[in-house]
């Protein structure tokens, strides 16, 4: 009964990048998207993906069906990441920073800046779970 109320509680993380657009892509983006997933895979524990999927979904458990029902009332829509170049003259201090990355949250999406490199994106994801998106109001 729980899993009808509330979703199935492990994370797919397999799934949810079967079930994922991506829009905005370029030849940059392609290592950002191996690096997202990696970090997703190997480097999240359980409860910083529940917390990432609840921070650009609303959602902290995955729907029935899996995340080919993402969205709401299983109106199936895809997860999408979308990828933001960092303007030149921003670029070292976004790279250096302890700011998160920029983080535009859509339902059932997120736009990411282009980091140079896997630690990075890293740490920047990281620091946005913790900040629970209070870095987005101020």
């Not at 917390?51 to 029902?69: C, D, E, K, N, Y």
């Not at 920029?102 to 896997?118: C, E, Q």
């Not at 920047?124 to 209070?134: V, W």
């Amino acid at each position: 009964m729980d899993i009808i109320t509330a979703g199935e509680q492990d994370i797919d993380v397999n799934d949810w990048e079967k079930n994922t657009i991506y829009e905005q892509c370029s030849q940059n983006s392609d290592q950002q998207k191996l690096w997202f997933w990696e970090i997703l895979k190997e480097q999240l524990n359980s409860e910083q993906q529940g917390s990432l999927l609840q921070f650009v979904t609303g959602m902290r458990t995955v729907p029935i069906g899996g995340f080919a029902h993402l969205g709401p009332h299983n109106s199936q829509q895809q997860f999408c990441i979308r990828w933001q170049n960092v303007p030149k003259e921003a670029e070292n201090a976004v790279q250096r920073s302890q700011t998160p990355i920029t983080i535009i949250i859509i339902i059932t999406a997120i736009v990411l800046m282009i980091i140079k490199t896997k630690q990075i994106m890293f740490q920047k994801l990281i620091l946005a779970l913790s900040a629970n998106g209070s870095f987005l109001n101020g």
